[in-house]
């Protein structure tokens, strides 16, 4: 019997479990969490259980790459894999946490012991601490630097020409490696922080598990890129007679820091926000975000990098999605449901990292509060993932995801998502032919405000 198989029988009563998934904190500041020898083994043991269920493999790239270098091996093991090539597995998760979430039989409190992302995480910040992360990852994740140049008046118009220059992304696709067929988003001069910075108004009534007045954190996307959507959230919260307010300062919330490993950065920023966030709860502000990555930072992320951290868990506590927010208040009886327009057949797609909050369907919830409305919910993948849709090495690869959740979409007199940069990614997936709204924005248009 091979050693493989010896170890199956011995953890043979341990397959499978039928209780909640907890996590355990990332212990990041400790120094074994970089020792590669420690990292290598460890992902040579949850390498040999994912080889040994496959159950993941429709998820994202990560796993079919970690199968064929099993397949192609000498071994047909785990065992017969260089641990050079381990990186290559590791390039390719984008943290999207599904695998956890929805899929795996055996993440805590299974003894088995997998969580697949944190340790691609680790991976991640022992190779960016190796000090192997490219000059175009740091420039893409550099959100707040490339956001504040970028929506200067007249960087903003040459960005945003040049962005649609086929030269200019010829260019970019051999200098830094962004794919020219990549949709990158546009820049606004006019930022939300500068549309809606002063605006203001009376306190709604508190529920149960909502305060009634919200601190939006506008997040770098929704600030500079998108800003209508905030313009959006604000129409219908008010609408709703909740007043809503954003905050005096803001950093990126560390989503695309977290995803190069740069743990440090995203310590930096987290500080930064929760000295800026803290206040506001404190004086009994709740907190929204129009990007469910941020919210799920701020959520779930940031309690588990800084555990026990009293403001950190403070601020987590109080930080809503949208949607959330509005069903939430719907549940207490505080919600409009004076709807002008019916918004006919809705094809929803559900963000990974809305998905894997915890919260339940409330979009679809809310959505479906419109007369003559139905709403179809896409849960896979759209492949964009933060910066993987735009790099050259895996925009084709992101497409081929996302192709599903574009074919189900085609057809339905509106297509949504709420994450953004998804919308953008599965839009460009439909050739144009079908805008991919905001949900916010469709619940604006069927308020008719």
Same mark, same amino acid.
């Given at each position: ?19 909640? $998934? %907890?996590? !355990? ?15 290598? &083994? ?21 796993? $079919? ?19 050079? *090539? ?37 991976? =991640?910040? *022992?190779? *960016?601490? &190796? ?13 707040? #630097? ?15 020409? &040049? ?7 010829? +260019? ?7 794919? $020219? ?10 930022? +939300? ?19 009634? =007045?919200?601190?939006?954190? &506008? ?16 129409? #219908? ?39 800026? +966030?803290?206040?506001w709860v404190e004086g009994g502000w709740d907190i929204v975000a129009t990007v469910p990555s941020c919210v799920l930072m701020f959520k779930k992320e940031l309690p +588990? ?24 208040? *719907? ?50 993948? /759209?492949?964009?993932?933060? %910066?993987?849709? #735009?790099?050259r090495e895996t925009h084709e690869i992101a497409v081929k995801i996302g192709r599903p959740v574009v074919s189900r979409m085609a057809g339905a007199d509106h297509c949504? /998502? ?5 919308? /953008?990614?599965?839009? !460009? ?7 991919? /709204? ?12």
């Open positions: 019997m091979s050693e493989r198989s010896e170890g199956q029988q011995e953890r043979k009563s341990g397959e499978g479990s039928l209780e909640a $998934p %907890t996590r !355990h904190p990332i212990r990041w500041k400790e120094p074994g969490f970089y020792d590669e020898a420690a990292l290598n &083994a460890e992902l040579a043991r949850v390498f040999d259980v994912c080889h040994g269920c496959r159950r993941c493999v429709s998820l994202c790239n990560a796993f $079919p790459t970690l199968f064929d270098l099993v397949d192609n091996s000498p071994t047909l093991e785990v065992d017969g894999v260089d641990k050079a *090539h381990y990186p290559k597995v590791v390039e390719q998760c984008y943290l999207c946490d599904l695998c956890y979430m929805t899929k795996c039989p055996y993440v805590p409190p299974h003894p088995w012991n997998i969580d697949f992302p944190h340790l691609m995480l680790r991976a =991640k910040a *022992h190779s *960016h601490r &190796a000090g192997r992360t490219r000059t175009r990852d740091r420039i893409l994740g550099a959100t707040d #630097v490339v956001g504040r140049i970028g929506t200067i008046p007249v960087v903003a118009a040459l960005a945003n020409a &040049a962005t649609r220059s086929r030269p200019v992304r010829r +260019l970019m696709d051999k200098a830094l490696g962004i794919h $020219p067929d990549a949709p990158l988003p546009v820049f606004h001069s006019r930022t +939300l922080r500068k549309r809606e910075r002063w605006r203001v108004g009376p306190a709604a009534e508190t529920t149960a598990e909502t305060t009634g =007045k919200v601190v939006l954190f &506008a997040t770098c996307y929704g600030n500079r890129h998108e800003p209508r959507i905030g313009e959006d959230l604000i129409a #219908v919260f008010e609408h709703n007679g909740v007043p809503v307010r954003l905050t005096e300062d803001e950093v990126c919330c560390g989503m695309p820091r977290l995803e190069q490993g740069d743990l440090e950065a995203v310590e930096q920023k987290a500080r930064r926000n929760v000295a800026t +966030l803290l206040p +588990l990098l800084f555990p026990g951290d009293g403001p950190i868990e403070q601020v987590a506590a109080r930080f809503f999605d949208p949607c959330e927010y509005l069903a939430l208040r *719907h549940k207490a009886g505080r919600l409009k449901t004076d709807f002008k327009h019916a918004l006919g057949t809705i094809a929803y797609h559900v963000p990974c990292h809305q998905r894997v909050q915890n919260i339940g369907p409330k979009t679809a919830e809310v959505l479906g509060l419109v007369p003559g409305t139905s709403t179809e919910r896409i849960e896979r993948c /759209s492949g964009h993932d933060g %910066t993987y849709g #735009v790099k949504t /998502s709420d994450c953004p940069l998804a919308a /953008s990614h599965l839009e !460009h997936g439909l050739s144009g032919e079908i805008p991919v /709204s905001h949900p916010l924005s469709l619940l604006r248009f069927a308020y008719g405000i």
